[in-house]
């Protein structure tokens, strides 16, 4: 009795009807037949724990029968089952990889492979359901729920892809449109009376200048004279008198005309003679 799931194309889920069997394996002179026979004795009572739904039981028997024996694929297959039924599928897978590593006939195998494909459907990694399912048609091409799990993950397949493509485009065309919403952003923010670059810069500096010297005009109006006072600026310029310098050499000048006045009248006095009175 074969253990395999159907999968449901309706919608689209993986359901593993399990009943535990045990999977004999074929005689070879090579192989310990009482180290094999204790591992089929415990994957027998392991079948029977399962069946009363004592899990950890089933779990520990089967682990002991693997550890007996590597020739008997049953152990790892069932308890791979097991662990698919509690959904446990990636210790499941690694059981299923197992037990068709070390089965010898092709229908072993092919349940193995079988089973690893529907784990892979569960987690959605199509693409490795199929090789998986092909792996198994390998091994018996004649089992039609292979075949139809093979098509059914192959159209699964088909669809992520194009999923993902559809989600790339978008991605795309979100991207495209952020940069074309930054670019008119920065456009908008250009055009900003705000900011005005070197040319508002050179603009607002000369409208500064012209207040500023519109403001300077205003105080020097302010300062004029009136009629009659001395004017502000009392500097002398370069080689140009003051009015005080002009006034002190003026008088300097009237002074000295008025000793060479006084040296001519008196040489004129000087120069006339006295009459002087004898006493006769």
């Not at 009363?52 to 007996?68: H, L, M, P, Q, W």
């Not at 987690?123 to 091409?141: D, F, G, T």
């Not at 004017?231 to 009015?243: A, C, I, T």
């Amino acid at each position: 009795m074969k253990m395999k799931s159907r999968i449901i194309s309706l919608v689209f889920i993986l359901s593993l009807g399990i009943c535990p069997v045990l999977l004999l394996a074929q005689e070879d002179p090579e192989v310990d037949k009482e180290a094999l026979l204790a591992s089929q004795n415990l994957t027998w009572e392991a079948n029977q724990e399962l069946s009363d739904n004592k899990f950890v039981d089933a779990e520990v028997d089967y682990r002991r029968a693997i550890s007996k024996s590597r020739a008997n694929p049953a152990a790892p297959y069932n308890l791979g089952n097991a662990y698919y039924t509690n959904e446990s599928y990636s210790e499941a897978f690694g059981r299923f990889k197992e037990a068709g590593e070390i089965a010898s006939e092709k229908p072993s195998k092919h349940r193995a492979y079988h089973n690893m494909g529907n784990v892979f459907m569960k987690n959605k990694e199509y693409a490795k359901a199929v090789e998986a399912y092909k792996e198994a048609l390998r091994n018996n091409p004649a089992d039609e729920e292979t075949r139809y799990n093979l098509a059914l993950a192959k159209e699964m397949l088909k669809k992520q892809q194009n999923q993902q493509q559809n989600d790339e485009n978008d991605k795309d065309d979100k991207q495209d449109q952020d940069q074309k919403e930054d670019q008119n952003q920065g456009n908008q923010e250009e055009d900003k009376p705000e900011d005005k670059g070197e040319e508002g810069e050179d603009e607002d500096q000369q409208k500064d200048q012209n207040k500023k010297g519109d403001g300077e005009e205003e105080k020097q109006k302010d300062r004029q004279p009136s009629e009659g006072d001395e004017p502000q600026d009392k500097k002398p310029r370069p080689n140009q008198l003051s009015p005080q310098q002009i006034e002190n050499l003026l008088e300097a000048m009237e002074n000295e005309e008025k000793k060479v006045q006084e040296k001519m009248e008196a040489r004129k006095v000087k120069g006339v003679k006295k009459k002087t009175e004898k006493d006769w």
